[in-house]
């Protein structure tokens, strides 16, 4: 049974910085693709960042330079460093896992539905 289970969200101001983790068990964890997508209110889901089983990372433009994607091989951990935190970032942060990894995960960070499992997603806010 696949589970993620994200942490790390909360309330910081702009400029500010947050790490997100998601913690994942019952799946392939070096064969697959794992990533970060978000909502805001009102708003569709959109990927933020991916990491290719093969370790190629992938970024949308709104974040680049500003978030960094990683693994934690040995914790089974992903993990978002989010710096220079704006508002338009607030949304609610969810991990997933794509388990057949067929496409780079650039596909997958323009296609959330492609995605296989999803967490339960946690929650950032930042105020201006």
């Known amino acids: 049974q696949v589970q993620l289970v994200e942490s790390g969200g909360g309330s910081v101001q702009s400029g500010g910085s947050l790490r997100l983790s998601c913690a994942a068990s019952g799946v392939a964890y070096n064969y697959v693709h794992m990533g970060w997508f978000r909502q805001a209110p009102g708003t569709g889901r959109e990927g933020v960042a991916m990491s290719d089983s093969d370790g190629r990372v992938w970024y949308a433009d709104s974040v680049k330079g500003r978030f960094t994607i990683s693994r934690d091989s040995a914790k089974n951990t992903l993990y978002l460093q989010m710096d220079s935190l704006k508002p338009e970032d607030t949304a609610m942060y969810y991990c997933?896992?794509?388990?057949?990894?067929?496409?780079?995960?650039?596909?997958?960070?323009?296609?959330?539905?492609?995605?296989?499992?999803w967490g339960a997603g946690t929650s950032v806010t930042i105020s201006s």
């Open positions: 997933a896992v794509n388990n057949n990894a067929g496409l780079r995960g650039l596909y997958y960070l323009k296609n959330p539905d492609q995605m296989d499992y």
